[in-house]
């Protein structure tokens, strides 16, 4: 029995460091993410996890090995206030912010949005 499992295991590949060879995908990524963060009872907790997957995803290999895994909780849970607000901020760009998630608002809007401003501040 223990011949046929390891025999069914995919061999690992010595050319290359094992922490590259174990992959996660944004499927996976985003619910253990979910259940190893404080974030996770926020409104818009999903959507950042899946924004912190495509920072550090490279576009060559569809996922994260476990190196980079463990450097983006690191970064999440445990860097300095800096390195997370950095964090944050490119999670709000792209590649990370997709083309569909940005919403601008219309100029009418912003100008609208300035004038009341003002107008309470006098």
């Known amino acids: 029995m223990t011949g046929s499992f390891l025999s069914a295991s995919p061999a690992l590949d010595q050319t290359h460091h094992f922490l590259s060879q174990y992959k996660i995908d944004e ?23 899946r924004r912190a997957f495509r920072v550090f995803n490279n576009a060559t290999d569809s996922g994260l090995n476990f190196k980079d895994f463990t450097i983006v909780l690191g970064l999440m849970f445990r860097a300095e206030i800096a390195d997370r607000l950095k964090l944050l901020f490119a999670m709000h760009q792209p590649p990370a912010l997709m083309p569909d998630e940005m919403d601008s608002p219309s100029q009418e809007t912003r100008k609208g949005k300035l004038l009341e401003s003002s107008y309470t501040t006098i």
Do not use: I, M
């Open 27 to 49: 499927e996976k990524f985003v619910p253990l993410v979910l259940a190893l963060s404080p974030w996770s009872g926020g409104e818009h907790a999903e959507l950042l996890a």
